[in-house]
């Protein structure tokens, strides 16, 4: 049974950075691309980025392009969200996921089997 542990969120003034973590544990991490979803209050969980399995592709939400970065360090079966420039629209519970099946890729909320239990980001003004 796989384990996603986030951690890295905590409050920020905007304009701000954070490196969010996500440590997985009871699967081939490197043969399964990872992804990270934002849930707001009173929304409904969003895409925000995805990493394939050894990294070489990666894709974001519009409203975060240019500003956050996902990475993977296979080694520590770790993947990672780096946010600069943050914005208050940016305040969310910031949850990491697994796809269903390895060695396929996945950047939609369907094809992810597997969550963690998130990680708050707050971001005031």
């Known amino acids: 049974q796989v384990q996603l542990v986030e951690s890295g969120g905590r409050s920020v003034q905007a304009g701000g950075s954070l490196r969010l973590s996500c440590a997985a544990s009871?699967?081939?991490?490197?043969?399964?691309?990872m992804g990270w979803f934002r849930q707001a209050p009173g929304k409904e969980r969003e895409f925000v980025a995805s990493?394939?399995?050894?990294?070489?592709?990666?894709d974001y939400a519009d409203s975060v392009k240019g500003r956050f970065t996902i990475s993977r360090d296979n080694a520590k079966n770790t993947v990672y969200l780096q946010m600069n420039s943050l914005k208050p629209e940016d305040t969310a519970v910031y949850y990491c996921a697994l796809p269903i099946a390895p060695f396929m890729y996945a950047n939609r909320a369907a094809e992810f089997g597997s969550w963690g239990q998130g990680t708050q980001v707050t971001v005031s003004s």
């Open positions: 990493i394939s399995k050894n990294g070489a592709r990666t």
């Open positions: 009871g699967r081939t991490f490197s043969s399964y691309a």
